[in-house]
């Protein structure tokens, strides 16, 4: 079976950094043909995409508050892909799923296919 496992999380203060990690298993094909996805959800709102980061290595930031602070990196070998969180806010707080899909690449959580459990971010002010 196809599992994707996110850790990383925790908890951090105002300004500080998370690298979270999620490694797949189990997919049927090459995850280099995979696009990844970072979500996440803050209680009481609608799952937000973070960012993709397509099959070339180029990624796209789809959460404007994120820009210029997260980095979306991936290594194939390790079937991983990293999300780098720097100077964390406290609206960063939120549950952060990462997902894959062989389809196109977007915002849109119903392009992927598979999901991880998720990660708890907290970050205190």
Do not use: H
């Not at 280099?32 to 993709?52: L, N």
């Not at 397509?54 to 820009?67: H, L, N, Q």
């Not at 997902?99 to 915002?107: L, P, Y």
Request: aromatic content about 12%; overall charge positive.
């Amino acid at each position: 079976q196809v599992r994707l496992v996110e850790s990383g999380g925790g908890s951090v203060q105002a300004g500080g950094s998370l690298r979270l990690s999620c490694a797949a298993s189990g997919l049927s094909y090459n995850f280099g043909t995979y696009c990844m996805g970072w979500f996440r959800q803050a209680p009481g709102k609608e799952r937000e995409g973070v960012g993709v980061i397509y099959t070339t290595g180029s990624s796209s930031f789809f959460a404007a508050s994120v820009k210029g602070r997260f980095t979306i990196s991936r290594d194939n070998p390790k079937n991983t892909v990293y999300l780098q969180m720097d100077s964390l806010k406290p609206e960063d707080t939120a549950m952060y799923y990462c997902a894959a899909s062989r389809m196109s690449c977007g915002s849109v959580w119903g392009l992927y296919v598979y999901w991880g459990q998720g990660t708890q971010v907290t970050v205190s002010s």
